[in-house]
């Protein structure tokens, strides 16, 4: 038994309003007889033949609050739950990726699924075993193996929307590995998309009612010359083509706005020129309402490309000094090793030397360290085989192989990661001193190939990108639910983020700071790092990640793709809407009560 | 104002009551009596005795029976009628009204019984009989008749055996001519009863109005008693209409069975019957 909308009960305030008229109940007509002696004997003849006197006395009375309460049941949405699930095992999948916040179906897609799981879980017998998987970007078990129905309906409840897509084969994954542990559980699918749970039949609730959906599926731009120029890419889900308005904005500003008609089915490119090269971040925005509202901002900030300032230290490398001067936005300072305090640099890289004192403001590059105070360093080891590491400085360069002639032997301090190894002995690693970084190369450039690989500037600009503290905040292509490791400037004291809702979260110290994750809300975030001399504010993007293009290339994945699936039969609805009968009672109690009345003889 | 107009006396003129006993009087009407008297209508015979009037004796029987023999004669008598128009408050109702009706059939009785030289008393009563008017016994007195009927006012509540119980009688046979409604609380049984038992020779005249019949009324009414004041609240509908006009048939039926079994003349007249047509239904 659920109601639909409780708030219908407020009709129940009609009927002490209808005692009330019975109370005050119409005055009649008088009419002076010779004598009452002839209608009281009519009156008791018939009260005689009438054994529910007393009820048909206030017949019509019962009958109109009958009828009130009838109608507040229909207000309601009364509906009753009927049925058996003969199943002792149930996997309740509810699918909460951004589709599910679509409102096609009242409250949403999601909202709707919650309450029909709920209902589902009240039909089910008392002994039955229940696990409900939420998916989303993951798939979570939020209850295992559960025999209360308060605490299944609690997990249920739980569940909130999620910004991102569903990945399926994850999902799948972990369906599949719970279906494994109980053969006999049943997989009921709460979703707006007939996923697939390898070949297990599954109940499917559906929940889609329409497609009619526009969304921001890309949005980037590039500088040129003083201006900005953007590209937005808008997909139109519905089966009809679409004119909608797009509006573009500037630092939250109004900048511009198009008339953009998207055919059904298609992607429409969307261009803005002339962007003032001034503006910081942006927004676009498809103005035009449809069921999901979620997907029809993207937001974009624009980087502001600052000098890196790098500091060679070196007795002499040509390479080096070569490489960096062809990194755009860098400025190279060569000196000579001496030791002297080094201050006002982004990035240091000595070569073949460690300093005594390490500096404090920036962080540090290392080529063939010589032994020192920080770490271990052995002797050399010869030609040690070099793998492939998916760290960041090897970004873009997956097909680098090179060869080194020897390395030093280094003994990994605590403090340090590995990135490339031969044997157990570090070949290149990288470790934070305070809040200093330190990138370590265990052999000398000189000694091996790599400046002759064209990948070679690649990967020092990599190294800048990475470890050049004004570049190393700096946050790209951030998606809803995203972790994000913030690299801060070695001399920040705190730090903050600021979310799109304004609010305000500290997330350093300590420091490093932990990965950051709430990132669950589209829009533009601020990193505040305060140091000693003020503060500065980083901008950086989080949009929501295309979900019609991820689910279609995780439902690829998934082992059921290409096949044609037949394993999924809709789901039985258990609850029985009583809207009809109600209506329909309640006519025929007025229709009873017109009879009544033009048939009676007195009240 | 009169009570009949002369049309209608003139209508009535012809019509007189039918009487079944013979009433004792002190008057000599034109009523068969049991007293054997000087009369023209033979009776009986019987010996003469002494002190008997000797004028009456029979020679033709002395002749052929060599005794004295006294023709008996059926004296003559008026007879005492006594109307008892009901004056309570349940009369004075509908269109034509029960109460002027009832006084012109009590008019009309007493008319015709005036002029079969008969005494009239005229007994106006509710819950109790507000004076007995009478004898009147000339065809000339029924000036004061119509008078005194046209004097009268409905008032108060009905009940006939209490009515007659303070009322005071003179003994001996008579007529007894009850003009009612027959809606009282407390029935009509013990006044008739009371009435037979005063050896009277009723007529019970149950007088309705059309109204009464057949009630036009619809809807959610109050229903107020004339008399008591009493309510009581109806929605009548056309069933409720059929049932009240079978209850009135039975109430009818059972009195009219009632007064059979009491050797009582039941006649109902509507209010709407003029005078004459009244008298006859009473007669007939």
Redesign the interface.
Known sequence: MSFETPFGFIGLLAIPLIILLYILKQKREKVTVPSLILWSRVLSDMQAKTPWQKLQKNLLLFLQIMAAILIVLALTGFSILHGQNAANSVIIVIDHSLSMASTDIEPTRLGAAKKDAAEYIDVLPNNCRVTVVSIGREADVLIYASTSKKDIKKSIESIQQSSGYADMVKAEELVLSLKREDPDAQIVLFSDTPLRFGNEQIQFSEYKKQTDNVAVTGFTHTKTGENITAVTTIRNQGSSEVEIIVSLYGDNEFLDSQWVTVPASETKTVWWDRIPGTVKTMRVSIETEDILPDDNNAYEVILSEETVKVLLVSGGNLFLEKVFSLIEGAELIRTSPEDEIYEGYDLYVFDGLVPSRLPEDGNILLFAPPPNNLFSVGKWMDTPEVGLSDHEIFKYLDKLTFSIGRTRIIEKPEWAEVIMEHNGNPIIMEGTVGNLRILIFGFDLLETDLPLRTEFPILISNIVNEYAPSRGTVIQRLFTGDAVQFRLNPDTLKAYVHLPDQKRLLIAPPIPAEPFLDTGEPGIYILEQIKDRGSVNTFFDVNILDEWLMEKDSYTGSTGAGTEYKMSVPLQKTSFKLTLPLLSMVIAILLFEWWYYANRNYI | MKVLDSVELKKIHSLSMQIKLPVSGQATGNRKSKSKGSSVEFSDFREYTPGDDFRRIDWNAYGRFNRLFVKLYMEEREAPVQVFPDIS???D??NPN?FAAACRLAAGISYISLLSYDSVYINPWNDKVQGTFGPFRTQSAYAKVDALLAGLRASGASNFSDALKYMEWKAGRGVSVVIT?G???DGLEEGIKYLKYKNQDVFLCLLL?PE?MS?A?N??????????G??????V?A??LK??EE??RQ?LVSLGEQCRKWGVHFTTLTSDMPVDLMLKSIIT
Request: glycine fraction near 6%; charged fraction near 25%.
């Open positions: 408050l349940s009369m109702y509908g029960k409604d809606l009282l609380k109005s009464e009630p009324l809807g959610a009414l109050k229903l107020v008693d004339s008399e008591t009493e309510a009581i609240e109806v929605t509908s069933s409720l049932k009240y209850s009135l109430h």
